[in-house]
């Protein structure tokens, strides 16, 4: 895109009424096909004409039709899924003989309920890019990524990409035309190939300005190549991947609109400065917690932005704005960039635009009309919004429209922004009370949040098939008066047509004039029914497809510098979106009220994360306590404090605090003995000035000790170490452990030195000796009695230190601290008088003699999580980190769990890499329950490691301290709840297909001597693409391998799923391949039932009854619809002699010879035919 106004000049070259070279091409190339002139395009019949490049032909529509309705009428002529719908929209074509030329082409897109002009020529086009374009959109809906092609070789040949045009990407442009030509020839059928050859034809997929340029020179070099790249040609389908490809590297703007408007002011316009670190003026300090809106402040960001095509060209705009606004360029950076949000730039002539956060676009809750050419933006953290002028109303309807529709696919896909351009399909939606093309996942999980009553139902769009909806209601209710009582969901199609329903239900078809009619024909236990409607604040993962997949991780050297972190006030912070934490770095605090951690702050801004400490009060915890704590530290404003960053008013309620690289300094003189006398005596001197601080504030702390100086700077080599006392902590009483520490007239009444504010002096004194003794003696041993016989010995309740490890003059200081005159204990005067003479007479680099014996307290001691279980350690709804490798982290929150188990608990999380050019990965982290042995753990690291299959979840990382193990994220989830959500269009066809996954999956594992043992439904995961999906073994807890025999002999009886088990395996606990053959042949009674619970008729009443019942010969059901051979191979599996069962070879045999032809998936993720049911939901 070109500016405003000097923009056009580029633009008409496309739009001045000639014919395009598409449409001249497409007079002899059959991908082009076209029976419209250039003349009759611009003949006014009375219809509307919607350009379709995938036919290159003019689609004509009845001028009452909606914008909306023909992008729905579009779609389902070209077979893109619902869920892809608004990725869509209508804008005028490049031939149009627009009456206002001064609109820039690529702004005069239609809003959904609005009605088109049969004056103008309209095409159908993709306007939003999803991320990572190249790959996820072939997950997402491969017709889409089909039509994207088409899209992209339309405007390359027209030359309306201005990121990729001559004369800069000449070879790029001559390369896609040969990449363009290969696909046309293999898309040829024999009898066009004989009529025409691509290759003469090449100068019709050149741009027009590089072949009027290179003419001469181009056609024999273009040839050549074409004939190469012919012999050894890819596929067709991976020459069109290849395509969008380069296309969406070569131009990362493409489908990103910028907008040029007149603003009144422009918010936070400062521009932080400097390269390594950013700082921002400091407000004025204060006594009390303040909030700093971490995730609302509008921040300032310089970026190195080629504007080329998006309107940031250099050339100044006209000023449109006679109230002395100011012009800018507007523009969404989408969630995958570094800073995500709505951002302005002044128009300049400066070839670095400087883009202003105006505000994050879920903070954007309106927009409100002012006039035919002005809105007004409602924007959390701006209280009277933010007003945007545009210079036409198509402008600003454009602007309104992309704005809106982008809300909807990454945050709110139920709400209209503007109220003044509803959309006509939302407003159904709502007075239906239906949802969107949810899922079914997403639906039964909202069903369990709103309380699973029975009668509780969810109507939802289709997300594989138009006009086709889905009933999931709770029918019945299970385990009656237990603690498993729970809910029974089933799903129903429903057809509509017209203003009624078509329901199939009892093998019948029931008509029906309203949705409420339709839920209460379905019988229930209950028979109140109870509608959920959809909400503004659903967040279904299949619909928010702007949303990145794979976040990328933050590409920045820039951070926080120091002084700016200090002059902060302290703040409020948001749990959810504000902090992270390392659940293997907990450890209880001495107070025994309150865990610490390691986190991290996360900044919104483009700078890095800050790393700090947390200490997060325990769930039976005194708030009023931990708050007094947070005020007290709260007025602190000495660099010699570890600072007080802010809390959280939220359980679990946690003091953010400033981190220590090294830990506390007790045990990093322990574990770090040589460290120089010049060091000690610089820290000796930060800690002076820290008490100088508490002594002039009247500030008593308590708690003045080497366990509570946290290290945060060492470097041997400049003898640098710093050390910043900590709070006192969750307040406790004085114990006989704290006596070293302690006035010896406090002795027989501890609790009264709290008040006194010169005990902290003999405090200070003892620490002083912990440092320059370098913690060789854990003083917390020490009892009262020993103290006071040395007390009595020499007058010190210590023992003197070798002058070699403390000077004279430091010991003299020590002695002070200790003595019984209060007021000769701290004088910061003579202190200091002393480290500079001391400094003077002694080297740099003095080194204390190497022999020093150390006892002291060790490595800092281990905290095991499964301790929590018996302490009262809050629910944190906190991003949790555990660091994998050198390499990597997973992050995850205990709120998205997928799934649990009775040996463990699964949570949907990402893997971040320290190369910030890799994005971040979704995964499936697997939290075992810590009281599993860890030899379960390590045998099921050790089989996942061995497996590589198609259809085995792919394992990838462990973590032996967390007990977790990371694999690949599946996000259509347990094939359980798949079958059942998606059993009114699950064909068989399907079923088998997915039977044949598995049973190849199983004979990999059989081949390897591997007895999976829980091979059932809910241990298969559904892996979803856009050529459709398949299925993943999963669950490799009771896996084990078979001993020379082939068995394996269970050493204890779990608590095991006996439905799933074979007769022997239940009886003599004796397993091999062929009991997970009959696991098999259960699991295809679960499949082919559509999720049906596998239970005998009539329903057995034990396990001993049930186990009597399968030796006596009785076995499950067939279930309605299935297939014979699918029953007799079922059959063949519950065979009562295990030998006799097949092997799962022979399955695989089986199943393909049976349907070779029936088993393999169609080419797209939906059907297009109305005639046949989709496969799968």
Same mark, same amino acid.
């Given at each position: ?67 909306? %309705? *023909? ?26 003989? #627009? ?50 092609? !088409? ?38 059928? %024999? ?8 290759? $003469? ?28 790249? $012919? ?35 422009? /918010? ?41 095509? +998006? ?83 198509? %402008? ?74 889905? *009933? ?94 200090? #002059? ?48 997060? +009060? ?9 708050? !007094? ?34 830990? /506390? ?43 509570? +100086? ?21 307040? @406790? ?49 020490? @009892? ?40 000769? !204990? ?15 007479? *002694? ?7 190497? %022999? ?97 299959? /198609? ?28 079958? @059942? ?76 799923? *006996? ?49 009597? @019942?399968?030796?006596?010969?009785? !076995? ?62």
């Amino acid at each position: 895109m070109a500016l405003a106004n000097g923009g056009e000049d580029r633009m008409d070259d496309s739009s001045s009424g000639r014919t395009s070279l598409a449409d001249s091409a497409s007079l002899t190339n059959s991908s082009l096909r076209s029976g419209t002139s250039s003349q009759s395009i611009h003949t006014n019949d009375g219809t509307i004409r919607v350009f379709n490049f995938t036919t290159s032909e003019f689609e004509r529509f009845h001028p009452n039709m909606l914008c909306e %309705e *023909i992008c729905n009428t579009m779609c389902r002529q070209l077979g893109i899924a619902p869920i892809a719908q608004l990725l869509y929209g209508i804008r005028e074509h490049s031939t149009s003989r #627009r009456p206002s030329p001064l609109v820039r082409l690529d702004l005069t897109w239609c809003l959904p309920g609005e009605r088109l002009n049969c004056q103008l020529v309209y095409c159908f086009r993709m306007r939003f890019r999803v991320p990572e374009l190249d790959s996820q959109l072939e997950l997402i809906d491969g017709r889409s990524h089909k039509f994207l092609y !088409r899209q992209m070789r339309y405007d390359m040949r027209t030359e309306q990409i201005p990121e990729i045009r001559y004369p800069e990407h000449k070879d790029k442009s001559t390369g896609l035309a040969v990449m363009d030509m290969l696909i046309d020839d293999q898309e040829q059928s %024999e009898d066009q190939q004989a009529m025409r050859s691509i290759e $003469k034809l090449y100068k019709l997929y050149l741009p027009p300005s590089l072949w009027r340029a290179h003419s001469f020179f181009v056609g024999s070099k273009i040839r050549e190549v074409f004939r190469n790249l $012919k012999a050894n040609s890819l596929s067709v389908e991976r020459l069109k991947w290849h395509y969008v490809h380069q296309v969406s590297h070569l131009a990362p703007t493409y489908m990103t609109e910028q907008f040029t408007c007149t603003v009144q002011y422009l /918010p936070n316009e400062e521009v932080a400065r400097g390269s390594g670190s950013i700082g921002t003026s400091p407000a004025h300090s204060t006594s009390s917690l303040s909030s700093s809106g971490s995730t609302n402040t509008l921040s300032t960001l310089t970026t190195n932005t080629n504007s080329v095509g +998006l309107g940031g060209s250099g050339k100044k705009a006209k000023r449109r704005s006679t109230s002395g606004g100011i012009d800018v360029y507007v523009r969404v950076f989408p969630h995958d960039s570094l800073e995500p949000g709505l951002k302005v730039a002044r128009v300049t002539s400066e070839a670095t635009l400087k883009w202003i956060l105006v505000g994050a676009v879920e903070g954007i809750f309106m927009i409100s009309k002012i006039n035919d050419t002005s809105v007004r933006l409602e924007i959390v953290g701006l209280p009277k919004g933010y007003e945007m002028q545009f210079q036409t109303e198509k %402008e600003m309807k454009s602007f309104i429209s992309y704005l809106g529709i982008y809300i909807r696919l990454s945050s709110k896909w139920m709400q209209d922004l503007c109220h003044s351009y509803r959309t006509p399909s939302l407003e159904e939606l709502s007075s239906l009370h239906c949802h969107g093309p949810i899922g079914g996942a997403y639906s039964l999980m909202k069903l369990h949040e709103k309380g699973d009553k029975c009668g509780s139902y969810i109507v939802r769009e289709c997300d594989r098939e138009y006009n086709i909806y889905y *009933i999931d209601i709770n029918t019945k209710i299970m385990a009656k008066k237990t603690d498993q009582e729970r809910c029974k969901t089933e799903t129903f199609r429903i057809v509509r047509k017209d203003s009624q329903w078509k329901l199939s239900y009892n093998n019948g078809e029931h008509v029906l004039n309203s949705l409420h009619e339709v839920a209460h024909i379905i019988q229930a236990d209950s028979p109140d029914r109870y509608r959920i409607p959809a909400s503004t604040y659903d967040k279904p993962p299949l619909l928010l497809l702007l949303l990145p997949k794979n976040l990328k991780a933050k590409k920045t050297d820039l951070q926080l510098s120091e002084v700016e972190l200090q #002059r902060r006030n302290p703040q409020i912070f948001n749990p959810r979106t504000d902090l992270q934490w390392y659940p293997d770095s907990i450890s209880l605090s001495d107070d025994g009220m309150m865990f610490t951690m390691r986190g991290d702050w996360i900044q919104q801004s483009p700078v890095k994360d800050v790393s700090v400490t947390m200490k997060m +009060l325990k769930s039976d915890g005194n708030f009023m306590e931990f708050f !007094r704590l947070a005020q007290t530290w709260s007025l602190i404003q000495s660099p010699q404090f570890l600072k007080l960053y802010g809390l959280t008013l939220a359980d679990p309620y946690t003091m953010v605090m400033e981190y220590s690289r090294y830990g /506390p300094l007790n045990k990093f003189l322990h574990s770090t003995p040589n460290v120089t006398l010049h060091s000690l005596l610089d820290l000796m001197h930060g800690l002076v000035r820290g008490m100088h601080y508490l002594e002039d504030n009247k500030i008593i702390h308590n708690y003045i000790r080497c366990s509570n +100086l946290y290290v945060t700077k060492y470097d041997p080599n400049t003898n640098v170490l710093d050390a910043k006392i900590s709070d006192p902590g969750y307040p @406790r009483p004085f114990r006989e452990s704290d006596s070293p520490w302690i006035p010896v007239k406090y002795y027989r009444n501890l609790q009264a030195a709290k008040t006194d504010q010169f005990a902290q002096l003999w405090a200070f004194a003892t620490t002083i000796y912990e440092i320059f003794s370098r913690c060789k003696e854990d003083l917390s041993t020490l @009892r009262q009695e020993q103290l006071l016989r040395q007390k009595n010995l020499d007058g010190n309740i210590l023992k003197m230190l070798d002058q070699d490890i403390c000077p004279a003059p430091i010991f003299e200081t020590i002695m002070d601290g200790w003595s019984d005159d209060e007021t000769k !204990r701290f004088s910061h005067h003579d202190i200091f008088s002393r480290l500079n003479t001391i400094k003077d007479e *002694i080297l740099p680099n003095y080194m204390p003699p190497p %022999e020093i014996a150390t006892n002291g307290t060790g490595d800092e001691a281990v905290f095991d999580r499964s301790d929590l279980a018996f302490l009262p350690f809050p629910r944190s709804n906190m991003l949790m980190v555990i660091p994998l490798t050198s390499e990597c982290r997973v992050i995850y929150n205990m709120e998205n769990m997928i799934g649990r188990g009775h040996y463990g608990t699964v949570y949907k999380g990402h893997l971040e890499f320290n190369d910030k050019d890799q994005p971040r990965e979704q995964v499936a982290i697997k939290m075992l329950n810590t009281m599993q042995v860890s030899t379960d753990f390590h045998r099921e690291i050790g089989i996942m490691r061995t497996l590589s299959h /198609p259809n085995i979840v792919k394992f990838k990382y462990w973590a032996e301290k967390s007990h977790c193990i990371i694999m690949e994220y599946l996000q259509s989830g347990s094939f359980d709840i798949y079958l @059942r959500f998606t059993a009114p269009n699950l064909n068989n066809p399907r079923l088998v297909s997915f039977a044949l996954d598995i049973a190849n999956g199983m004979k990999y594992l059989s081949d390897m001597g591997l007895i999976h043992r829980d091979l059932a439904a809910r241990n298969i995961l559904v892996d979803h693409n856009g050529d459709g999906d398949c299925v993943k073994i999963s669950d490799f807890g009771l896996a084990q391998f078979a001993n020379s025999d082939g068995y394996y002999y269970a050493k204890s009886k779990r608590d095991i799923p *006996i439905r799933w088990y074979s007769p022997e395996a239940i009886s003599t606990c004796r397993f091999s391949s062929y009991s997970d053959v009959w696991s098999y042949g259960v699991t295809l009674f679960e499949m082919f039932s559509r999720g049906e619970e596998p239970n005998l008729v009539p329903l057995q009443t034990s396990q001993e009854d049930f186990l009597n @019942r399968l030796q006596s010969g009785e !076995r499950l059901n067939r279930p309605a619809s299935c297939p014979d051979f699918i029953y007799d191979l079922m059959q063949l599996c519950w065979h009562a002699t295990p030998r006799s069962r097949p092997s799962f070879a022979a399955i695989v045999d089986i199943i393909t010879k049976e349907v070779a032809t029936k088993v393999t998936h169609p080419t797209d993720g939906h059907q297009s035919s109305t005639n046949q049911p989709a496969d799968a939901e």
